[in-house]
């Protein structure tokens, strides 16, 4: 079991520029999450798949976001034409669930992409 | 609309001491609540789930409990170190939606 990684850990882009990052769960997990986390605050979730489908993504922040799973494994978070405002900590996390009930799973998290927009 | 509270915001504590901190949520309709430590600049560690069935949870010095009726958990950590100085989250999971509080920034003083 090596966790969940995060691919940048570290983004620096320029003002309209897309960016995309990637996590990858820990293998045996079928659901995957991404929260954006600002300084100060709890994470904000914004959305997760089961395997490769996107149960919810009505909690992504603009149609500037868009996430991938595409094979039930490693998923992507892109932004397109970045902003300012997009400065933050990207996490990810995953789960295992398995049956019911689904109160009894836990989140792993990554250790996150920190995103600056110059 | 579902939030969590968290009091207090900082904490400051000689070594050794007992501490609770404190989260409150809105919507009583919880699956589970989980609390998390973050060190600075680092992703989250979970420390303790607590289902929606459960009242506590233990691990090791840490002691965590869940009243639903009220809306509340409190996180124990007993005889605490300076290796405890964190941010302390918890979150309320609703099925598909969860929702973390703002997290308590815990200083343990030598």
């Known amino acids: 079991d090596t966790g969940v990684s995060q691919d940048p850990r570290h983004k620096i882009t320029k003002r309209g520029q897309n960016v995309t990052f990637r996590c990858d769960p820990i293998s045996e997990h079928n659901r995957l999450y991404w929260y954006r986390q600002t300084l100060g605050q709890g994470p904000e979730f914004l959305t997760y798949?089961?395997?490769?489908?996107?149960?919810?993504k009505s909690r992504l922040l603009s149609d500037r976001f868009s996430a991938e799973r595409p094979k039930g494994s490693f998923s992507t978070l892109e932004i397109q034409r970045t902003e300012q405002g997009d400065s933050a900590m990207y996490l990810c996390?995953?789960?295992?669930?398995?049956?019911?009930?689904?109160?009894?799973?836990?989140?792993?998290f990554g250790p996150g992409t920190r995103l600056t927009v110059t | 609309k579902q939030e969590v509270t968290q009091i207090p915001a900082a904490l400051s504590v000689p070594e050794g001491e007992n501490l609770v901190l404190n989260c409150s949520f809105t919507?009583?309709?919880?699956?589970?609540l989980q609390w998390f430590r973050q060190d600075p600049g680092k992703g989250l560690t979970s420390l303790l789930l607590i289902q929606s069935s459960q009242r506590e949870q233990t691990s090791g010095r840490l002691n965590a409990s869940l009243d639903k009726s009220s809306g509340r958990s409190t996180l124990y950590i007993a005889a605490s170190q300076p290796g405890d100085s964190a941010t302390y989250l918890c979150a309320s999971c609703y099925g598909q939606n969860f929702v973390f509080g703002p997290g308590t920034r815990l200083s343990v003083l030598p």
């Open positions: 798949f089961q395997n490769e489908a996107q149960l919810e």
């Open positions: 919507d009583s309709a919880i699956y589970n």
């Open positions: 996390a995953s789960s295992l669930v398995v049956g019911q009930p689904v109160s009894s799973y836990e989140q792993y």
